[in-house]
T-cell receptor, first 113, second 114 residues
Framework: AQSVAQPEDQVNVAEGNPLTVKCTYS??????LFWYVQYPNRGLQFLLK??????LVKGSYGFEAEFNKSQTSFHLKKPSALVSDSALYFC???????????FGAGTTVTVRA | KAGVTQTPRYLIKTRGQQVTLSCSPI?????VSWYQQTPGQGLQFLFE???????NKGNFPGRFSGRQFSNSRSEMNVSTLELGDSALYLC?????????????FGPGTRLTVL
């Protein structure tokens, strides 16, 4: 079965500093990996995905993610965090047999001014 | 292009009642998936419909059911509500034809069971 893990419940950074949200995955076959962000009382917004090709994936709002096959990781990054980036971030993996997404537990990011 | 819409946004019900939630996908999307989000269990997959057929199902009791109409709109029904059914119910739409496509989420329906 496919799964993802987000080892940190919370990440706190100062505005202007780099932001990293960690995700590791377990999947048989090709991994299709996704990052979503959720603001309070809102649904999930798609940030980016890894399908194949370049290990560095660029997404919305200045976010990027680095795919590392040997470490089975897909960490989300932003070079310079904004207070408005404070939200709940989810990593997800697409099942290789059906179409469902399996989500990590989520990481709450707080960016302080 | 309009996004995924869900109605109603908020619902308050009492134990034992039933509830129906609605989801309208992005135009052209034929797949609708439903997820339950709770603080304790996180995001859990309920089921997915594609072209009016349930294609995948999660590990939820039979009280949770759904359907999809010919215009791809989907409804989810929960019968005999329990306190533990209080959650944010999210639907997501996608093309549904390849595993690399993206699921786009609606704003959710917040269900409170008293």
């Amino acid at each position: 079965a496919q799964s993802v893990a987000q080892p940190e419940d919370q990440v706190n950074v100062a505005e202007g500093n780099p932001l990293t949200v960690k995700c590791t995955y377990s999947v048989s076959g090709n991994p299709y990996l996704f990052w979503y962000v959720q603001y309070p009382n809102r649904g999930l917004q798609f940030l980016l995905k890894y399908i194949t090709g370049d290990n560095l994936v660029k997404g919305s709002y200045g976010f990027e993610a680095e795919f590392n096959k040997s470490q089975t990781s897909f960490h989300l990054k932003k070079p310079s965090a904004l207070v408005s980036d404070s939200a709940l971030y989810f990593c997800a993996v697409r099942d290789t047999i059906n179409y469902k997404l399996s989500f990590g537990a989520g990481t709450t990011v707080t960016v302080r001014a | 292009k309009a996004g995924v819409t869900q109605t109603p946004r908020y619902l308050i019900k009492t134990r034992g009642q039933q509830v129906t939630l609605s989801c309208s996908p992005i135009s052209g999307h034929r797949s609708v998936s439903w997820y339950q989000q709770t603080p304790g269990q996180g995001l859990q997959f309920l089921f997915e419909y594609f072209s009016e057929t349930q294609r995948n199902k999660g590990n939820f009791p039979g009280r949770f059911s759904g359907r999809q109409f010919s215009n791809s709109r989907s409804e989810m029904n929960v019968s005999t509500l329990e306190l533990g059914d209080s959650a944010l119910y999210l639907c997501a739409s996608s093309l549904g034809t390849i595993r690399t496509d993206t699921q786009y989420f609606g704003p959710g329906t917040r269900l409170t069971v008293l």
